[in-house]
């Protein structure tokens, strides 16, 4: 099944999961620079945006962080680290940066607080691990730092070992390793909960193919050449990669549907609406053309869409988290443990509590991570939810579940 164009991936795909409904709430996106909406009047220009908003966010939406500076978005601040080094992550869901740091002798990984500003070194480098931002990505539900540690090579179309590192995000800990052959520099991503790596070809040359890593298991699996962009969408578990065609797959590489894609596309997601964002380049038109298409991200069904001269193939979607998934208690004695997943870089976390289902009898308020435990529980029957929130919302509570303490 083929499309003829970047929205082909997604009505191919449509085909195969089948229909569904549109989303209702507001989400914003920005392209070239500028607000668009997103919901209401999908593509109306909405008018400039800060370019700070473009640059990787961390604290659940509230720093902006780029290169050796970090603007707090709430207040307005900013700030640039005097230290040699640049930032190498940021973590979108607690205040945080991580910044490789040099000195004269020694160069490592920092962990930098964002509201007070202390630092600490998670990792010393080695002499020929030259980390660059391009080299480093952040699993910020799993808390983990996975570190391309080869060096750089000259020749971009010959495959290369890439032995990666994954560290602990906060003591710095060796959890995993792996080893990928791949091109020099890779397209590559890992889900927020950092159990899979892909790893793929490099943009602008002859694609090779694209690898999955089980972190937990180091089982490898491969898919047929892929190139940039390869895009996550942590809603709906897709992957969508690129090859001499697009193709959406499961986190294990099942393909689930496959159409052309133009030269230039960006794609993004809101996990609260369940939109999926496709911006595509149109350069060999009678007028160079932009094009937003807005689709239901589970079933790919076309929702809206608009054009205007001009090329980017750039966009940033700015939304509130999605249901935490995988809900799920431990009861031991009066003792309740509770562990999701967190969708949508979620800052922090409502628990609402009912003794009926639909019911909420006590609400309590919880921070970043994807686990709290409470001890001394009453007796009896509960029906609990979880809703997540960040700098852009509220966002909508998971599926509910019932927990029985003895």
Known sequence: MRGSSGVGVALCVGVLLGGGSAAVAQDTVIVSGRFLSGVRDPGADLGPAPVELTWPLAGGGRFAALGNQVVDLHTGQRHTFSAPGTIIAVDAVRPRVFFRHTAPHQAGIAEIDLRTGASRTLRVLGADEALSPDQVRYAADGDRLFLD???????????????????????????????????????????????????????????????MVNVATGAQATFAPANRPLFWDELNEHLIARGGDGFVLTRDLVPLGQAALPVCVALGTSPHTGRLYVVEALPYTAQDVTRLTVLDSRTFAGLAGRSWPGLACNVTVLSAPGPPRDLRATVSGHDVSLDWV?????????????????????????????????????????????????????????????????
């Open 149 to 211: 540690l080869s060096p750089a090579v000259s020749s971009p179309l010959t495959p290369v070992p890439h032995p990666v590192a994954v560290i602990d995000g906060t003591s710095g800990a060796l959890i995993a390793s792996f080893t990928v052959s791949a091109p020099s520099p890779v397209a590559w991503l890992v889900t927020p909960e950092g159990d899979r790596a892909y790893v793929g070809g490099v943009s602008g040359f002859a694609p090779g193919p694209l690898t």
């Open 342 to 406: 967190n969708v949508g870089a979620a800052a922090g976390f409502v628990l609402e509590a009912g003794i009926a289902p639909g019911r909420t009898d006590l609400r309590v308020f919880l921070g970043p991570e994807s686990h709290t435990a409470f001890t001394s529980v009453p007796s009896g029957t509960y029906y609990l939810r979880l809703r997540g929130g960040n700098a852009f919302g509220g966002g909508r509570p998971s599926v509910e579940i019932r927990v029985v303490v003895p």
